[in-house]
């Protein structure tokens, strides 16, 4: 009897769920926005147009690309193609805060648009939902339209959000985790940074470790057919479309961003983006801008959302130029969870003697406990596979004070997404090397191959594995040991270093359970 009715509920349930995927779909393509596309540079149209036309001109074809790994430089450049720009902002983001420098960010977006800049901002909807204020107060304006990803229809109930992504608890773990920021099609910013304090140096606690590239030139459409095909899909919605319009958000919405803006926080902020980039300049003085015909643009389809097919069409162009190494292979990445193919994949380089070199978090550094009780169950197997791993220490020593944060937080967390193959090829973007990003998010990033812009991802590496900033991890008698230096001496430790009590229960917990495929 019992038998029956749990067969029976897992039937009903699994009704439900099939109603849910239905109705989702038809009402998905019912508010289904109109199409629309980037608007094309025109030489000379614009300030960012006139500034960028020397540099295409003396590179025709060729792609400039500036690496940014300074939290204030991100925020600056950011700030300032919105101030230059004159005919488009197309903005991507897995989740953009309603905090200090988000604020500030959508300041200068406002300010765009109400010089008649075209704006179309793209949000993930996980992070969005049950905070629409902020997206229904830009959608209000003429020049603003807000799209989300994969979008709940609960909008303002957060246990009707539960249930529908109970309903359709599959298609709910799709999102979005592109990041890319194009400024009249001309200037693109695209990596690893959502908007956020932590990736501005503005949070109190502990601020990411992140990688942006700034680029210029023929990439910058491929960008704007990425951002088109993602604009126009059928997993997109207008906000307008899920929730009644409300006109009278936005006065109200400038006063409070005007209020921010008067702040400390607003004033440092706002100051510092005029300064970091002179007037005439397109970057921050000492930026340096590679030129390289050897770069693409890479990305998943939004069509990954849809369950069709569990396939990552990003690693499928990134594999190639990582087994292909002859002498070196060095990956940054935040959440890393190789899996057991992965595992064959790194052994297998190790033994045509490819140096390969793994930078992740460690425990009491990451922003996802759970993430790492999974990756903790592969460091052995990574360890006797030959490769050479280091896990970023929570409390971090930056070389440079000024980037330190503006509340001086000292709490460091890796977020950077990379990787760099025998010192020529190298990779920025949002994919982690873990499941999620492999066969549940959309992901993008930048493939490119140029030596002297591959030395500086490099010189990241090795100031954050240092002995001050890291720790390296080996193998005595079967067991894990953690080494680094303090002071002037050699340590080693024997037990997750730094992380607290919950930390450690959290992550033994994840590690034995079987939902590896979700983290």
């Not at 109109?34 to 003396?58: H, I, K, M, V």
């Not at 030129?291 to 990003?314: C, G, H, I, Y």
């Amino acid at each position: 009897m019992r038998a029956h009715i749990v067969a029976l509920s897992v039937s009903v349930f699994a009704l439900l769920a099939l109603v849910a995927v239905y109705a989702y779909g038809r009402f998905g393509r019912r508010l289904q926005g109109p199409a629309s596309a980037a608007l094309q540079p025109q030489d000379g149209e614009t300030e960012l147009d006139r500034l960028a036309q020397p540099f295409l001109g003396e590179n025709p074809g060729l792609n400039g690309i500036s690496l940014v790994s300074d939290n204030m430089a991100a925020f600056a450049l950011r700030a300032i193609s919105a101030r230059r720009a004159g005919r488009s902002l197309d903005l991507q983001y897995y989740y953009w805060k309603n905090d200090l420098t988000g604020r500030m960010l959508i300041r200068e977006v406002l300010a765009a648009a109400d010089r008649g800049v075209k704006v179309r901002l793209l949000l993930d909807d996980i992070n969005a939902g049950l905070h629409d204020r902020m997206c229904l107060s830009l959608d209000g304006h003429a020049n603003i339209e807000v799209r989300l990803f994969n979008p709940s229809r609960a909008r303002t109930d957060r246990l009707k959000r539960g249930l529908e992504m109970m309903m359709r608890p599959f298609r709910a773990t799709r999102r979005m985790h592109n990041k890319q920021w194009i400024a009249d099609g001309r200037v693109v910013i695209a990596g690893g940074r959502n908007i956020g304090d932590a990736y501005f140096d503005a949070d109190e606690l502990s601020n990411f470790r992140d990688l942006d590239v700034w680029m210029l030139g023929p990439v910058a459409d491929e960008a704007a057919t990425v951002f088109d095909r993602y604009w126009n899909s059928s997993v997109v919605v207008p906000i307008g479309s899920l929730r009644t319009p409300r006109a009278h958000y936005l006065p109200a919405f400038r006063t409070k961003l005007e209020k921010i803006a008067q702040t400390p926080g607003g004033r440092h902020y706002l100051a510092h983006a005029g300064k970091a980039i002179p007037d005439g300049a397109l970057l921050p003085d000492g930026a340096v801008l590679h030129w390289t015909s050897a770069a693409m643009l890479v990305s998943d389809p939004p069509e990954k959302a849809f369950l069709q097919k569990r396939n990552n069409w990003v690693m499928r162009e990134l594999m190639p130029a990582l087994t292909s190494a002859q002498h070196g292979v060095r990956v940054i990445s935040p959440y890393f969870i190789p899996g057991a193919q992965g595992i064959a994949e790194i052994t297998r380089l190790v033994e045509r003697h490819v140096k390969v070199e793994v930078l992740t978090n460690s425990l009491a550094a990451t922003d996802v406990a759970a993430v790492h009780g999974a990756y903790a169950n592969y460091r052995k197997a990574l360890l006797r596979g030959g490769a050479v791993l280091f896990e970023l220490k929570a409390t971090h020593e930056p070389g440079d004070p000024q980037r330190m944060s503006l509340f001086g937080s000292r709490g460091a967390s890796l977020h950077t997404k990379a990787f760099t193959v025998d010192g020529k090829t190298g990779f920025v973007g949002s994919m982690n090397f873990d499941p999620r990003s492999a066969s549940l998010n959309t992901e993008m990033g930048v493939l490119f191959t140029h030596p002297a812009l591959v030395r500086e991802v490099e010189a990241i590496f090795d100031a954050e594995t240092s002995p001050d900033n890291s720790f390296r991890l080996s193998l005595d008698g079967g067991r894990l040991r953690w080494h680094d230096r303090q002071g002037d001496e050699a340590r080693v430790l024997r037990r997750e270093p730094e992380a607290g009590f919950w930390r450690r229960l959290i992550a033994g917990v994840i590690g034995v359970l079987p939902i590896e495929s979700q983290l």
